[in-house]
């Protein structure tokens, strides 16, 4: 099993990154789909999750109206859109599946996790 996170990088205050996450040697469908972040000296917090149909979603407040997670089950592949960009968004961020059917947001009911993307918001 191998997720592969991709997509981060340096960008501005205010501006935008869309994050994807690759899954092989599953299907993903079957897993709910989350996005956490962990920020230096800080521990690895919740940012997103989605449904395995992908007809669900729930945010951190943090993030809540800024970031979009979605999901194409056809590719394998859950994404992360991030818009309006702040400093404090600065992270590497991961992707994970949860053989759980609830959209849980502790990192704790994760099974599988992808490498990390770093995300650098400069003000």
């Known amino acids: 099993v191998q997720l592969q996170a991709s997509g981060g990088g340096l960008v501005q205050a205010g501006g935008s990154l869309s994050l994807s996450c690759a899954a092989s040697?599953?299907?993903?469908?079957?897993?709910?789909a989350g996005w956490f972040r962990q920020a230096p000296g800080k521990e690895r917090e919740f940012v997103a999750v989605i449904s395995s149909s992908g007809g669900t979603t729930n945010y951190a407040d943090s993030v809540k109206g800024r970031f979009t997670i979605s999901r194409d089950n056809a590719e394998n592949t859950v994404y992360l859109q991030m818009n309006s960009l702040k400093p404090e968004d600065t992270a590497v961020y991961y992707c994970?599946?949860?053989?759980?059917?609830?959209?849980?947001?502790?990192?704790?009911?994760?099974?599988?996790w992808g490498q990390g993307t770093q995300v650098t918001v400069s003000s």
């Open positions: 994970a599946l949860s053989r759980a059917s609830l959209l849980l947001t502790s990192r704790f009911y994760y099974d599988y």
């Open positions: 040697g599953l299907t993903s469908s079957r897993y709910v």
